[in-house]
Nanobody, 114 residues
């Protein structure tokens, strides 16, 4: 059974930083591409980043230069380091095994507000 557990969400002021983590199990993690998605209030689920099994990353334009995805294939963990956060980054963040989030965790809430 695929299991994805996100953590690290919090309330943070604009300009602040957060580090999200996702622990994966139940599938061959080291060979899998992993994705971060988010859903803001009243909006659709949005792809944020991907990281290939070899560590190659891509990002949505709005987070380029601010967010960094990484992975640890020993600990079956992906992380999303988020810097210079903006109010528009407020959302529930999910890690997923596909870019549409059909198989994702329960999410972690990130709120950026002063």
């Amino acid at each position: 059974e695929v299991r994805l557990v996100e953590s690290g969400g919090d309330l943070v002021q604009p300009g602040g930083s957060l580090r999200l983590s996702c622990v994966a199990s139940g599938f061959p993690f080291m060979y899998s591409w992993m994705y971060w998605l988010r859903q803001a209030p009243g909006k659709e689920l949005e792809w944020v980043s991907k990281i290939t099994n070899n560590g190659y990353t891509e990002y949505i334009d709005s987070v380029k230069g601010r967010f960094t995805a990484s992975r640890d294939n020993i600990r079956n963990t992906v992380t999303l380091q988020m810097n210079r956060l903006k109010t528009d980054d407020t959302a529930v963040y999910y890690c997923a095994t596909d870019d549409r989030g059909r198989q994702r965790g329960q999410g972690t809430q990130v709120t950026v507000s002063s």
